[in-house]
């Protein structure tokens, strides 16, 4: 039997079917989705003729070149290590991404032009705005948790109803009551304050779980173990608790970051020159939404991967006391 290991895919029976198996897939998709008619068909056109690529037959035509492709470029790429097939696979697939955006008729000098407002302004107020809110919601999730696990009832009802709420109503209207309602009861608040409002109470809310979760995860005989030594409790869950929870509340809370970071884009609604605004404004104004949308995408993508470095880096360092 074949096990699923990188080990087993590099003999050669075993890499032969792993890359008949993703070939199959391959033709599976191709002709369901008629890659006859697409982007592909027109690159196998000059050895194609139309009648060839027309109708069943050129689905089947085309499928069948897509799957000899991959299957191949399968076996040629799972003879590699593990870490040199990593690092393949995503450079083909971001070039297959690339591609698909440069099969439509984009006007990159345009884009040329747009791209340093849209990183100066957009991309500077993104990362202003997601890095007070997610700052702000560490505080609330953290108070949250310890709320709900105080054992007051009074404090544990406060925690519970904050998560319940924020949770279950959707961030855009969290964000029209913050900033429409606000108003009405005497306090005027502008477009970026709004945002980090919403933001930071909505995805404190989230974390608030994850906060609970990781300071439940350590066992109660390390609390014991510090009333044994006589340290105070606050003293304890700062210096004993909080270090080793970090372990398993690091992971989620960065993607809840990049899910922020992303889900920034609605505050664009109150007027927020975000990427997202600038993106909508500066495209429609000429016409060019659809490159500007393009770019914008880009732009989140690479802030994206930046903050998943950033997120391997400090589970690292929260990591490094299981390897003692």
């Given at each position: 039997?074949?096990?699923?290991?990188?080990?087993?895919?590099?003999?050669?029976?075993?890499?032969?079917?792993?890359?008949?198996?993703?070939?199959?897939?391959?033709?599976?998709?191709?002709?369901?989705?008629?890659?006859?008619?697409?982007?592909?068909g027109?690159?196998l056109r000059?050895?194609?003729?139309?009648?060839?690529?027309?109708?069943?037959?050129?689905?089947?035509?085309?499928?069948?070149v897509?799957?000899?492709?991959?299957?191949?470029?399968?076996?040629?790429?799972?003879?590699l290590?593990?870490?040199?097939?990593?690092?393949?696979?995503?450079?083909?697939?971001?070039?297959?991404?690339?591609?698909?955006?440069?099969?439509?008729?984009?006007?990159?000098?345009?884009?040329?032009?747009?791209?340093?407002?849209?990183?100066?302004?957009?991309?500077?107020?993104?990362?202003?705005?997601?890095?007070?809110?997610?700052?702000?919601?560490?505080?609330?999730?953290?108070?949250?948790?310890?709320?709900?696990?105080?054992?007051?009832?009074?404090?544990?009802?406060?925690?519970a109803?904050?998560?319940?709420?924020?949770?279950?109503?959707?961030?855009?209207?969290?964000?029209?009551?913050?900033?429409?309602?606000?108003?009405?009861?005497?306090?005027?608040?502008?477009?970026?304050?709004?945002?980090?409002?919403?933001?930071?109470?909505?995805?404190?809310a989230?974390?608030?779980?994850?906060?609970?979760?990781?300071?439940?995860?350590?066992?109660?005989?390390?609390?014991?173990?510090?009333?044994?030594?006589?340290?105070?409790?606050?003293?304890?869950?700062?210096?004993?608790?909080?270090?080793q929870?970090?372990?398993?509340?690091?992971?989620?809370?960065?993607?809840?970051f990049?899910?922020?970071?992303?889900?920034?884009s609605?505050?664009?609604?109150?007027?927020v020159?975000?990427?997202?605004?600038i993106?909508?404004?500066?495209?429609?104004?000429?016409?060019?939404?659809l490159?500007?949308l393009?770019?914008?995408?880009?732009?989140?993508?690479?802030m994206?991967?930046?903050?998943e470095?950033?997120q391997?880096?400090?589970?690292?360092?929260?990591?490094?006391?299981l390897?003692?």
């Open positions: 039997m074949v096990t699923l290991t990188n080990g087993a895919f590099r003999q050669g029976p075993a890499r032969l079917k792993a890359a008949a198996t993703l070939g199959s897939l391959a033709f599976v998709l191709a002709f369901f989705l008629a890659f006859n008619q697409g982007l592909i027109s690159f000059p050895a194609m003729s139309e009648e060839t690529l027309a109708g069943w037959w050129g689905r089947f035509s085309v499928s069948m897509i799957f000899l492709l991959v299957s191949g470029l399968g076996f040629l790429v799972l003879s290590s593990r870490r040199a097939q990593l690092i393949t696979v995503w450079l083909l697939l971001a070039a297959g991404a690339l591609g698909f955006f440069l099969s439509f008729e984009l006007s990159f000098e345009f884009i040329g032009r747009k791209l340093p407002f849209l990183i100066t302004t957009g991309a500077f107020t993104t990362l202003y705005v997601s890095a007070i809110a997610i700052t702000l919601a560490f505080i609330f999730a953290l108070l949250g948790a310890t709320a709900k696990l105080s054992g007051i009832g009074v404090v544990e009802g406060v925690g109803f904050y998560t319940s709420y924020f949770r279950g109503v959707p961030l855009l209207v969290q964000l029209f009551l913050i900033y429409l309602g606000l108003p009405q009861i005497g306090y005027v608040i502008s477009p970026v304050p709004a945002a980090i409002i919403a933001l930071s109470l909505v995805y404190g989230y974390m608030t779980e994850i906060f609970r979760s990781g300071i439940q995860s350590i066992s109660l005989g390390q609390w014991e173990a510090a009333d044994a030594l006589g340290l105070p409790r606050l003293l304890t869950f700062r210096k004993v608790i909080l270090p929870a970090m372990r398993v509340i690091v992971p989620p809370t960065g993607n809840q990049i899910a922020m970071l992303k889900d920034s609605l505050v664009s609604v109150v007027g020159w975000d990427i997202m605004f993106a909508r404004t500066q495209g429609r104004s000429d016409f060019k939404i490159e500007m393009i770019t914008a995408s880009i732009i989140y993508w690479v994206s991967v930046m903050l470095f950033v391997q880096r400090i589970e690292t360092h929260y990591a490094k006391s390897k003692r």
